[in-house]
């Protein structure tokens, strides 16, 4: 089965940075597109970022460009997503998930992680 874990959250000043990583195993790696979605208190699941399978093409929600990097390191089945000038409003639980293809949509992504917490605040 697919299985899929995110880390390096934590708490942070704004401006600061954290780099997210997103590991999986029990499938072919790069038949999937990676996908970084985050959810607030309150809000709905939205989508941070994503990074194509076919040929890695990055995608990156208007709120995050320019302060948001996302990358992928195959020979350890891994994504990454740097996190730079961080602000509050980005205060929320990130999520990984594969899918076939880039999307905004969540229902276009199958497996997802359990989630980790970051926190903007002074």
């Known amino acids: 089965q697919v299985q899929v874990v995110e880390s390096g959250g934590g708490l942070v000043q704004p401006g600061g940075s954290l780099r997210l990583s997103c590991a999986a195993s029990?499938?072919?790696?790069?038949?999937?597109?990676i996908g970084w979605f985050r959810q607030a208190p309150g809000k709905e699941r939205e989508g941070v970022s994503c990074?194509?399978?076919?040929?890695?093409?990055?995608y990156y929600a208007d709120s995050v460009k320019g302060r948001f990097t996302i990358s992928r390191d195959n020979a350890k089945n891994t994504v990454y997503l740097q996190m730079n000038s961080l602000k509050p409003e980005d205060t929320a639980v990130y999520y990984c998930a594969t899918g076939i293809y880039c999307s905004a949509s969540r229902s276009d992504f199958g497996s997802w992680g359990q989630g980790t917490q970051v926190t903007v605040s002074s």
């Open positions: 029990g499938f072919t790696w790069n038949y999937y597109a």
């Open positions: 990074i194509s399978s076919r040929d890695g093409s990055t």
